[in-house]
């Protein structure tokens, strides 16, 4: 019988239950303020305390881009992400008992973007988890932006986020 151990260690991983390893890099936690946060024209941050813990409450008024937060992601963490495959995790929640469509979309400069993601924030705090691949290799040196919006829909409803995390490639 085949098996489908290499003998190599574990990639890291986000388990059930056990939270993020130390390889996660944090780049925003609402429990440490909202440093790194900047809201479009068209949207509204609000520090928040919610029974989850602390968050930032992010209202968008607009579906396009003036209508979103950016969350600053450091040049050191994008150089580890460069010409590799990386995880990112925002941590969020609806502010209300109804369903929010969130879009979640990123700029990390001279290693490109990665596609417009879509998530449903539901009352429960969850990790919305995507991956972004960067081909190109080329040392970053300015800081990136993860863009999200809580409005794709029109309806203005806020969520909560209280962190976003990157995995950088291994």
Known sequence: QAEDFNGAEPAPSLSAGRGFSDDWVEVFNAERGNSGVSAGPRANVENIATPAGKAIRVTSRSVAQDGAVSIEVPVEVMRDMAGKSSTISITLQSSSDRQTQVSVACDFATLGDCSRHRFTATAERADMLLNA???RSLAPNAPGRIFINSDIDG????????????????
């Open 133 to 135: 691949t960067f081909e």
């Open 155 to 170: 309806s203005g409803r806020p969520v909560n986020l209280y962190s976003v995390r990157i995995l950088p490639g291994q």
